[in-house]
Structure formats: structure tokens, C-alpha cells
């Protein structure tokens, strides 16, 4: 089984900065992608950024600009940083692991929160 634990979540005010991490654990193979969503309250759960094994990347158009994904590939470790935060940032942010080059699997973290506010 895979585990993702995500931490880095806090209250900031608009325009400030935060790191999330999401560390991996378990039976890791044949990667595909791993990203980070995010979920506020009533909405959908909307995709935030992506980094495919090879390192290419995708950003929600509200985020471009702002916020990076990285992964440190020798701690199987997801990172996203955040900067210029709006109070529309506001949700809880998740980890995502996608698995397979035949059988797809998809992993999820518990989730942290980020909040955005003065």
C-alpha cells in the first residue's frame, strides 16, 4: 500500500508565502504523475499543478505565475510552493500519486489546510 502524508498548511495573510510537502511511503512504482489538488468549502476538488516523471508541468491557470511544483526524486518527496497568496487560495490542499503503465492506481493524501486571509 502507498501512503502520502502532506504537511505545510497554515493561516497567512494575502501576499504571503508557504511550502507545502507531500511525503511518500510504500509500494512506489512506475510513476506516472503526482500533483496536488485543492478543495475549498462547497467546490469541487480542481486540479492546482501537476510534474510528470519526466519533469514536464501543468498549472491551473489561476495559480501560473505563483505557485511551482518540484519533487526531490531521492526522498520521494512532492513540494509546492506558494507564493503571492489571494484569499481565494483558500482550501485544503491534496496529494495525488498516479501509478501504472498498464494498471492505473491513484493515491491521495489526507489532505492540509492552507487559509488565506487578513
Known amino acids: 500500500q502507498v501512503q502520502l502524508v502532506e504537511s505545510g498548511g497554515d493561516l497567512v495573510q494575502p501576499g504571503g508565502s508557504l511550502r507545502l510537502s507531500c511525503a511518500a511511503s510504500g509500494s512506489i512504482s512506475n510513476i506516472n504523475a503526482m500533483g496536488w489538488y485543492r478543495q475549498a468549502p462547497g467546490k469541487q476538488r480542481e486540479l492546482v499543478a501537476t510534474i510528470t516523471r519526466g519533469g514536464d508541468t501543468i498549472y491551473s491557470d489561476s495559480v501560473k505565475g505563483r505557485f511551482t511544483i518540484s519533487r526531490d526524486n531521492a526522498k520521494s518527496t512532492l513540494y509546492l510552493q506558494m507564493n503571492s497568496l489571494k484569499p481565494e487560495d483558500t482550501a485544503v490542499y491534496y496529494c495525488?500519486?498516479?501509478?501504472?503503465?498498464?494498471?492505473?492506481?491513484?493515491?491521495w493524501g489526507r489532505g492540509t489546510q492552507v487559509t488565506v486571509s487578513s
Open positions: 495525488n500519486l498516479d501509478l501504472g503503465s498498464f494498471s492505473r492506481r491513484t493515491y
